[in-house]
């Protein structure tokens, strides 16, 4: 997207705009993009490829930046992760898992539902905690199936909205996801520093999100 050159080296910046590539920030310091080295958006996953292009059709880098008299790039930090949902309100999915994260009874938890009328998440249950809560309620662990029937997405969901009360009704969550295998450096969920990587994420669980989602 940019570079230094040796005729134009600025250390502390990333450089100015390669060639063909187009550079602009937003109000609130986002760093967009366009140019042809740009991507046209995720295979068969529309989810994802909204949440990171605007109408106009710029790339969100997810980057906030300044740019100098001279047109290079430098890099100020992360655009907190925000969710926008159908009816507009905002949603801070990084905070409310993290409120969710609270519960041990959870491993791992991603917010979703961008652009849709109500929130989902996908969740990695703690094994030990889910055998004892699932054996409570007369679910049978032994089975594949157990985390797909509508009791285990009930006793899920109570627990989850048991941590998110503090926030608005319309940022309640009213489907869930259980996932299976945790999401790990070594199978392409997670970043070396251990975060989520969501598109990723969202790709593995794709039919899981159409069924989060089925009819809206």
Known sequence: MSNNTFEDNVPASTGRPIPDVTVKITDNGALLVKGPNVMLGYWGNPEATRAMFNDDGWLNTGDTARLDNEGRIYITGRLKEIIVLSNGEKVPPVDMGAAILRDPFFEQVMVIGEGRPYLSV????????????????????????????PQAEQ???ERINAQIRQFPGYAQIRRVAIATTPWTVDNGLLTPTLKLKRAKVLEQHRADYDKLYAGH
């Open 122 to 149: 996908l969740v990695v249950l703690n094994k030990d905690l889910w055998t004892k809560v699932a054996a409570e309620h007369g679910l049978d662990t032994a089975s594949a199936l157990s985390t797909r029937l």
């Open 155 to 157: 006793l899920v969901l």
